[in-house]
């Protein structure tokens, strides 16, 4: 089992809609978790980071983080064609620091016109 | 503009050369680190270093050398011994002592091995 597991996708959603990216990992310890947006050819740009159970919401974006469940999402509202990237969920697993952070492989989101 | 700043964006080298890829940083973090990205994968790192003149191997250290000489800079040599090099290669830094700090990304350097 990945410490860190994404739906691959792509995952397709309609312009305006809402976006719904699932993250879990393995670790039920972590402490510190993050998203980043990745275009394509691009380096991955850090858009949120949660550390405590519930929601966090910065603009069209909310992080929902459960560690009962293990899961992390992330929610993005009245989504653009420009939302369209990879998005990388990141965890620090236990009390390590960054250096240890696991990445997962991303989900691609494709918003359609 | 604070930032993290690596070079060159594309590199084109032949089997058998060692190559050295630069990064550069300029927001005062005290550690770096150096990942590689294959297609459809997610980040590996390679080396990471918290302090100045130390460094640590990550997951897939073999075939890469670094070095820590300023805090700005981290440069990573990839190695003739290195079996797969073409790959996307991105630096990172952040704060050492913040447990939460999440990690910055510079602008990566795609390298191609033929």
């Known amino acids: 089992q990945k410490e860190v597991e994404q739906n691959s996708g792509p995952l397709s959603v309609p312009e305006g809609a809402i976006a719904s990216l699932n993250c879990t990992y393995s670790?039920?310890?972590?402490?510190?978790f993050f998203w980043y947006r990745q275009y394509s050819g691009k380096s991955p740009e850090l858009i949120m980071s949660?550390?405590?159970?519930g929601d966090k919401e910065d603009g069209r974006f909310t992080a929902q983080l459960n560690k009962a469940s293990q899961y992390v999402s992330l929610l993005i509202r009245d989504s653009q064609p420009s939302d369209s990237a990879t998005y990388l969920c990141?965890?620090?697993?236990?009390?390590?620091?960054?250096?240890?952070?696991?990445f997962g492989s991303g989900t691609r989101l494709s918003i359609r016109p | 503009d604070g930032g993290i700043t690596q070079s060159p964006k594309y590199l084109f080298r032949k089997e058998g050369q060692n190559v050295t890829l630069s990064c550069e940083q300029n927001?005062?973090?005290?550690?770096m680190y150096w990942y590689r990205q294959d297609p459809g994968q997610g980040l590996r790192l390679i080396y990471y270093?918290?302090?100045?003149?130390?460094?640590q191997k990550g997951d897939i250290a073999e075939g890469y050398s670094v070095s820590r000489e300023k805090k700005e800079s981290f440069p990573l040599t990839v190695t003739s011994a290195q079996k797969n090099p073409t790959a996307f290669y991105l630096c990172?830094?952040?704060?050492?002592?913040?447990?939460?700090?999440?990690?910055?990304f510079g602008n990566g350097t795609r390298l191609t091995v033929t």
């Open positions: 670790d039920r310890v972590s402490q510190s």
């Open positions: 927001l005062n973090h005290d550690a």
């Open positions: 990172a830094s952040n704060h050492r002592d913040l447990t939460n700090s999440p990690l910055h």
């Open positions: 990141a965890v620090i697993p236990g009390y390590s620091s960054a250096s240890k952070i696991i």
């Open positions: 270093s918290q302090i100045v003149n130390d460094f």
């Open positions: 949660i550390y405590s159970n």
